[in-house]
């Protein structure tokens, strides 16, 4: 999908009512999701552990991103 670039002054109230609906839309779907994790108390006892973890800087506490994203 090829992005256009228009001025705001160029930007109908139809195209900018469909902007708007777009950026609600997806701010809606992010605090559905965030809602989602935060209502699952495994998971936020999970998080907890690893910002514990992360915070004790104790080797082998936590695997780092780096060393993750290489498998």
Partial sequence: ???VKK???DITVDELKTIIHDVISEDLEALRE???IMSDKKLM???SQA???WLSGEKGAYTSWDKVKRV
């Fill in 1 to 3: 999908m090829k992005t």
């Fill in 51 to 53: 910002d514990t973890d």
């Fill in 34 to 36: 965030t809602i989602e």
């Fill in 45 to 47: 006892r999970q998080i």
């Fill in 7 to 9: 001025k705001v002054s």
